[in-house]
């Protein structure tokens, strides 16, 4: 059975640094690639950070670049993802997701974290 399990979400000021972490068990097949995802309140989903395990290489989203960083150990499944200069609009429940076993997305979900950025 798979799982993905997050950890690390909290209350932060603006101008701090949060980290989040996300450790994935249960695969019977290969996973490809592993993902931040948010959900601002009262928005859609959106995508925030990924990690590609066939070379590498990390992708992020505008509003993110700069200020949040994703990194991983393949061997493991598992990610994390430092926030540091947190902004208000970063406030959000953020969800770890998995491309695994042939799916051309992802295809599973952790159950959420909260993250809010507050004075």
């Known amino acids: 059975q798979v799982q993905l399990v997050e950890s690390g979400g909290g209350l932060v000021q603006p101008g701090g640094s949060l980290r989040l972490s996300c450790a994935a068990s249960g695969f019977t097949g290969s996973v490809y690639a592993m993902a931040w995802f948010r959900q601002p309140p009262g928005k859609e989903r959106e995508f925030v950070a990924a990690?590609?395990?066939?070379?590498?290489?990390?992708y992020y989203a505008d509003s993110v670049k700069g200020r949040f960083t994703i990194s991983g150990d393949n061997a493991k499944n598992t990610i994390s993802l430092q926030m540091n200069s947190m902004r208000f609009e970063d406030t959000a429940v953020y969800y770890c997701?998995?491309?695994?076993?042939?799916?051309?997305?992802?295809?599973?979900w952790g159950q959420g974290t909260q993250v809010t950025v507050s004075s």
């Open positions: 997701a998995t491309q695994s076993g042939g799916s051309p997305g992802y295809n599973y």
């Open positions: 990690i590609n395990w066939s070379g590498g290489r990390v």
